[in-house]
């Protein structure tokens, strides 16, 4: 019974904190609007409400759960509630003594009574204990329909942010430019490189008037430093795909429209598409380090800039009518969907591959 009462409890204050958190990420939507820095307020805000959530969803999980093992019990114990109650209403107040009267005569009265006196407790007690697996049913169905609904404007709140966001990086003219990139060389490396270290390996030559940048020192967050998106580990690095294919960097799987942000301080080295990994955005947050990002549904930033960390790097795709310049609609979320979009992350260092689980903290919830 106590494991019983915790596990609604548990739910219950699962659902209760994240409706909290998307309050509050709701506040924060109204307040990003006369933000003086737009950009990081709405990305603030929407990271809030992926946050709150991922921890909605876990929260109906658990509710939903609850719900179906206490109702799955009581549908097992129909029979035993109906003879319960057939017992009970047979001990209700007021009854006449002789309704009590044993043929066995006083003595058989008695001894009947005496078990009666001790049968009563107990079946209180089961009936005690149905009263409140009923009582918690209800209570936790009540708990879904409220946290549905506030899961719900969350989804639609959390798309204006995105497009509110969007429309912020579209409008940003505010960050340095560390060098221009040559279109001409670009295409030329992009039509000559079959692979992404011939690629890698060609990065310099497409940057041109560098000012240099010295970049602050990642080396004592290497193993730490926050995944560029709420996500779960889909594959490993080194671990082969279905057509039996193996890469050097890991796969996260992510919800639709989840936003991508930078890791850490760094140069964006490239953007656009590349090769089969479609929208690529390429970060060297120190010299001889590549940070590589692709399957994006939409990307931020130009080749050269010099970007802060938690910067917004692109939203992903799945979400309708969603194209490299479409601003995502409000259909929510992929309307709940589950993680069905896929960001691939690969580091480089002097352009050998290394493994991201050693660099990143890839424990959050999708």
Do not use: C
Not at 7 to 17: K, N, T, V
Not at 271 to 278: H, I
């Amino acid at each position: 019974m106590a494991a019983s009462v915790a596990a609604q409890e548990d739910a219950g204050a699962l659902a209760r904190e994240a409706g909290a958190q998307l309050e509050s990420a709701s506040i924060q939507l109204t307040d990003a609007e006369s933000a003086r820095d737009r950009v990081r307020a709405l990305t603030q805000t929407v990271q809030a409400y992926e946050a709150g959530l991922s921890a909605m969803r876990a929260g109906l999980r658990r509710a939903a759960i609850r719900e179906a093992q206490l109702s799955g019990q009581l549908a097992a114990r129909d029979a035993e509630i109906a003879q319960l109650l057939a017992v009970l209403q047979r001990l209700t107040p007021g009854e006449s003594p002789t309704a009590f009267l044993h043929p066995d005569g006083p003595n058989g009265t008695a001894r009947a009574g005496m078990l009666l006196a001790e049968l009563t407790p107990a079946l209180n007690r089961r009936a005690e204990t149905l009263r409140r697996d009923l009582a918690d049913v209800t209570d936790l169905r009540l708990l879904q329909t409220q946290a549905a609904s506030q899961l719900q404007k969350g989804l639609s709140e959390v798309q204006t942010a995105r497009a509110a966001l969007n429309q912020a990086m579209a409008e940003r003219t505010d960050l340095p430019q560390r060098f221009t990139s040559d279109p001409v060389r670009t295409a030329i490396l992009i039509a000559s490189a079959e692979t992404l270290d011939a690629f890698s390996s060609g990065l310099a030559s497409i940057a041109t008037d560098d000012a240099g940048w010295t970049p602050p020192s990642i080396d004592d967050q290497i193993g730490n430093l926050p995944a560029p998106v709420r996500g779960l580990i889909l594959r490993r690095a080194g671990e082969p795909d279905a057509a039996g294919i193996t890469r050097p960097g890991i796969l996260l799987a992510t919800r639709p429209g989840a936003l991508v942000a930078s890791p850490t301080a760094a140069t964006i080295r490239y953007v656009g598409p590349l090769l089969d990994f479609g929208n690529v955005t390429i970060l060297e947050p120190r010299p001889g380090t590549l940070f590589v990002l692709a399957g994006m549904g939409v990307t931020y930033g130009e080749t050269g800039q010099i970007i802060a960390a938690d910067t917004p790097l692109g939203l992903m795709g799945g979400l309708p009518g969603q194209g490299s310049a479409d601003v995502p609609s409000t259909g929510g979320d992929g309307g709940g969907a589950a993680a069905s979009e896929t960001l691939y992350i690969e580091v480089r260092q002097d352009n050998v591959p290394m493994d991201p689980l050693e660099w990143f903290s890839t424990d959050k919830d999708g």
